[in-house]
């Protein structure tokens, strides 16, 4: 991907005001009942109902025991099949991991990386239009036919100027930058710490998507200090091609044209959301705010994860949800087991475009149980590890004004995890328990995404290498909702240009067009023409601002 031209600078991030609003019903459940989400047969990794058996899992550390499938593949170094535990070593033996090499052992001399992967975001508010445009420059974001693909440097220049304004108004309100980036590099710093104390010394580097430090720029450090055994680690609890996703595959390309990375054995950790010491942390943190309110068992807990488009859970059989509602239930869990039995709802926030996304919204969650009479709410990020727009603006502002409005009159909210030291040292535990995987593949029944090298893992997850729905619908050709959207925005486009030309060269081009005798020098006709004009470029304006 090209990325625009600046000189390196410290990342934040944010959703570039990328929100929206559209009908939806709340999904509000009392603790005790499961939220599960129904099996797909397209899906990857699904989960099915389960067996008789159990084993100890929960990705990588300390586990949970949760129902599994016999013969399903361990992610630890030890897996139960049949009910019995079995050690590593005779998992290749039973058939755990049929095809797949045996790590080797470590080198005393071998450098140790982890690449910690992030979105990021604008530094500062002349950063806002260059980051939008290194966001829709990406064909992950915006997918074009193959006959126009190469007008999408000139679409994403439209669609960052346009969105550039908006977008700014909230980076301004949260102090001019988001801090992702300097919060990003506090935990890559406690995590490097943790690593040592635990004896297993590492160097972690910050890699962003779509701001400096640049993914790119992280590998050419990586390489250039010979690290040997590399950890790739998202941090996304819930693993998503919109997010993790887009990030390995740029790394399957980067480990595929650069020779010097093309050795490097790495491993990649896709999703954590199960590990006990993440739950943990979050149950702290909920409880913490919970005592804060004046009647803790009245309090909503609430639930706010980015979304993603329906599209890409029930097309390209995007895991997010599944492991969202699985996380969402493993917190609450443990929030129940220190005395606290409060109702919680999940719901998903910054849709972007007219496309149809994972529901409930946010918004319309709120609207609802503020009608049903719910007085006291505690909002959760449940999908971010690190505070950013999304928290401190979209959360902390938009949605609390839309609370109070709501009747929602006592309002709380968790923190980010950042650098809280339960989450920190589980980050490091699951690097420990990873590195022996290094150049092989691993699954466990909680993590619906296989750990594994970046090119088996990408192959395991989409193994027909599938074209996956943009989640900004540009152009889809033949009679379409799209099509049909693009021709009135088009239409709307060509109007505009032809009342501008009328109001500033003072001669009527639709009289022409059209052959309707008008004479401008009669006035209230006239008048009554340039207000109809001036209608046409407020219509016009409103159904471009719709593409935005």
């Known amino acids: 991907m090209q990325h625009w031209a600046q000189q390196p600078r410290c990342a934040c991030s944010g959703r570039g005001a990328d929100q929206g609003s559209a009908e939806g019903s709340v999904l509000r459940s009392q603790h005790a009942p499961s939220v599960a989400s129904s099996c797909r047969s397209s899906r990857r990794f699904s989960r099915h109902p389960p067996?008789?058996?159990?084993?100890?899992v929960?990705?990588?550390?300390?586990p949970y025991q949760r129902p599994v499938q016999p013969g399903q593949r361990p992610l630890h170094a030890n897996a139960v099949v049949g009910g019995v535990l079995e050690p590593?070593?005779?998992?290749?033996?039973?058939g755990l991991f049929p095809s797949l090499p045996t790590a080797s052992p470590p080198s005393a001399h071998e450098k140790v990386g982890v690449l910690l992967l992030n979105l990021g975001g604008p530094d500062t508010l002349d950063d806002v239009q260059p980051f939008l445009y290194n966001l829709f420059a990406d064909p992950e974001i915006i997918r074009l036919p193959a006959p126009i693909q190469a007008l999408q440097p000139l679409l994403a220049t439209i669609l960052s100027t346009l969105r550039a304004p908006k977008s700014s108004e909230g980076y301004k309100a949260i102090g001019g930058g988001s801090p992702l980036r300097r919060i990003t590099q506090e935990q890559a710093d406690a995590l490097a710490a943790a690593l040592h104390s635990k004896g297993q010394p590492a160097s972690v580097y910050v890699g962003m998507r779509y701001w400096h430090p640049y993914t790119e720029e992280a590998m050419q450090e990586i390489k250039r200090d010979g690290v040997?055994?590399?950890?790739?680690?998202?941090?996304?609890?819930q693993f998503s091609i919109s997010t993790s996703g887009s990030s390995l595959r740029l790394l399957e390309q980067l480990f595929k044209e650069d020779r010097g990375l093309e050795g490097m054995r790495h491993t990649v950790i896709p999703s954590w959301y199960q590990r006990k010491g993440y739950v943990t942390a979050m149950a702290d943190l909920i409880c913490i705010e919970l005592r804060k309110f004046k009647e803790p068992s009245e309090v909503e807990v609430f639930f706010s994860a980015h979304g993603v488009?329906?599209?890409?859970?029930?097309?390209a059989g995007d895991p997010y949800k599944e492991e969202m509602e699985e996380c969402v239930k493993l917190i609450m869990d443990e929030v129940a087991s220190r005395d606290f039995a409060n109702h919680h709802t999940l719901a998903y926030q910054s849709r972007v475009g007219p496309l149809e996304w994972l529901q409930p919204y946010t918004d319309v969650s709120i609207k609802e149980l503020g009608a049903n009479g719910v007085?006291?709410?505690?909002a959760v990020p449940v999908s971010f590890v690190s505070e950013h727009i999304e928290t401190l603006e979209e959360i902390d502002m938009e949605y609390r004004e839309l609370a109070l409005n709501a009747g929602i009159t006592n309002w709380g909210r968790v923190p980010a995890l950042n650098t809280n030291q339960v989450f920190i040292q589980d980050l490091a535990d699951a690097v420990v328990e990873a590195l022996p995987y290094v150049g092989r593949m691993a699954t466990t029944s909680e993590a619906l995404v296989p750990m594994g090298e970046v090119e088996m893992l990408l192959a395991a997850y989409d193994r027909e290498r599938r074209v996956l729905p943009s989640p900004v619908v540009v152009w889809m050709w033949g009679w379409t909702k799209s099509a049909e959207t693009w021709n009135g925005r088009l239409a709307m486009v060509a109007i505009l240009a032809i009342v501008v030309l009328e109001l500033t060269t003072g001669q009527s081009f639709t009289r022409q067009l059209l052959n309707i005798d008008f004479d401008p020098s009669r006035k209230p006709e006239c008048e009554a023409h340039i207000l109809s004009q001036s209608l046409v470029v407020q219509l016009a304006w409103d159904q471009l601002h719709g593409a935005q």
Request: charged fraction near 20%; aromatic fraction near 6%.
């Open 88 to 94: 590593a070593s005779q998992q290749q033996e039973i």
């Open 228 to 237: 040997g055994r590399l950890v790739i680690l998202p941090l996304y609890p």
């Open 51 to 56: 067996a008789a058996t159990t084993r100890s």
């Open 58 to 62: 929960a990705g990588l550390g300390t």
């Open 309 to 315: 488009p329906k599209s890409y859970v029930e097309e």
């Open 375 to 378: 007085k006291s709410m505690l």
